[in-house]
């Protein structure tokens, strides 16, 4: 039992394995890793859970939130990391989404006005 604790841990400081994958997809790898994990009987407190999951983000896209989030707590609780990194992309897919529309509108609206310019010249 103690090899597979030692591999399930090896495991879970070495997440994720994937490269690139939806933020869905990679709480669902994490969720599997975490039963592994209590499968093994390997006790996990809160905060080390929500450190894995913290540390498991890509820097790029989330040294921001992750700072955010820690600012000033002296205790990490897992589900309310897990919740915040839900909602924060599901806002962050909201922008990248409007965003989009806001330039094509944009486009059309500016491409509007150049060609009245030229008609009137």
Request: glycine share 2%; charged share 30%.
């Amino acid at each position: 039992m103690c090899r597979i604790a030692v591999a399930v841990e090896e495991k879970a400081l070495s997440f994720p394995d994937e490269e690139r994958c939806s933020t869905n997809e990679h709480m669902n790898s994490y969720t599997k890793l975490l039963t592994d994990m209590v499968n093994a009987d390997f006790e996990i407190d809160e905060e080390y859970k929500a450190v894995i999951l913290l540390n498991s983000l890509t820097k790029e896209e989330y040294e921001t939130f992750t700072l955010t989030l820690i600012n000033e707590r002296k205790f990490l609780n897992y589900n309310e990391v897990s919740t915040a990194l839900v909602n924060y992309e599901v806002r962050r897919q909201d922008r990248l989404s409007s965003s989009g529309s806001t330039t094509v509108e944009a486009l059309a609206i500016r491409g509007k006005s150049s060609n009245r310019k030229g008609k009137d010249d």
